[in-house]
């Protein structure tokens, strides 16, 4: 069983850093997909970016390349988002997921393990 924490994040001034964690504390997220999500509040979800289970391929919406970076550690049930250059846009609740195992953009819809979600605030 997936039970996914989030952790990482925070308050931050624009052009900042930040590395937001999911880890799975059921311990079988190696074999799932990761996404990383964001929300503001009255908005819809977004899919941010995405990592494969086992070729770890990844992916990024265009507004977050080059600047966000996914990587997961399979032996700690982990998986990373390296957040650089922030920027007050980027302010949302983010959350991880796991489901399926390819990572694609076009398969958003099959995420369906979550995360509580964690804060990020980009702000002078």
């Known amino acids: 069983q997936v039970h996914l924490v989030e952790s990482g994040g925070g308050l931050v001034q624009p052009g900042g850093s930040l590395r937001l964690s999911c880890a799975d504390f059921?311990?079988?997220?190696?074999?799932?997909?990761i996404a990383w999500f964001r929300q503001a509040p009255g908005k819809e979800r977004e899919g941010v970016s995405c990592?494969?289970?086992?070729?770890?391929?990844?992916y990024y919406i265009d507004n977050v390349k080059g600047r966000f970076t996914i990587s997961r550690d399979n032996a700690k049930n982990t998986v990373y988002l390296y957040m650089n250059n922030l920027k007050p846009e980027d302010t949302d609740v983010y959350y991880c997921?796991?489901?399926?195992?390819?990572?694609?953009?076009?398969?958003?819809?099959?995420?369906?393990?979550w995360g509580q979600g964690t804060q990020v605030t980009v702000s002078s």
């Open positions: 997921a796991a489901g399926g195992e390819r990572c694609s953009d076009d398969a958003w819809s099959q995420y369906n393990k």
């Open positions: 059921g311990l079988t997220s190696a074999y799932y997909a």
């Open positions: 990592i494969s289970s086992s070729d770890f391929r990844t």
